[in-house]
């Protein structure tokens, strides 16, 4: 039996957030605490020349949008230029989990910011969005991992060594 692999797509109109994306994937390729990247396109893509043989496209369209109610999700029609990464399928971010998380699940959740934000702060970078939906979750039913992703608002790092901390501080409060 062969092992299917699962995987997501993500739309992004602007050059530089996907940029910043690509970049920060590049980065953290070694980096099993960060959401893989297997790829990226350039192009003018929509749900229609995406999937030309559905028929409802427009269906399709307002499932995506009622699944991931999201601004990332792909057009029915679209003329313009744009990217397209082909991600790691996750389930959710983990500030949609309802049950407190245990101590050791907090434990886990701050050592993978804590390795992804050190990588990019020797990278001179810095995420530029911590937040807990930019942290993700995939559950395996007797165990959880968490991987941090969404690095389209990536900026260059301050230099101040104290921003890893800063940073998985201020995901700790929101949690």
């Not at 605490?33 to 369209?61: D, T």
């Amino acid at each position: 039996m062969t092992r299917r692999r699962t995987f997501a797509l993500k739309w992004i109109p602007g050059k530089r957030a996907a940029l910043n994306e690509i970049e920060a994937y590049h980065l953290l390729q070694d980096t099993k605490e960060a959401v893989r990247c297997y790829g990226f396109a350039i192009g003018k893509f929509s749900l229609s020349n995406l999937f030309p043989h559905n028929q409802n496209v427009q269906q399709l369209a307002k499932d995506i949008r009622f699944k991931f109610d999201d601004s990332n999700y792909i057009p029915v029609h679209s003329g313009k230029k744009s990217f397209l990464l082909l991600l790691e399928l996750m389930d959710d971010p983990v500030s949609s989990i309802t049950k407190p998380l245990t101590k050791k699940d907090k434990a886990r959740l701050w050592s993978v910011l804590q390795r992804v934000y050190q990588v990019l702060e020797t990278n001179n970078k810095q995420h530029g969005d911590s937040h807990p939906r930019n942290v993700m979750y995939r559950d395996y039913g007797n165990y959880r991992i968490s991987k941090v992703g969404d690095f389209g608002r990536m900026k260059r790092g301050s230099g101040n060594p104290g921003m890893v901390q800063r940073d998985v501080h201020k995901v700790r409060r929101e949690l």
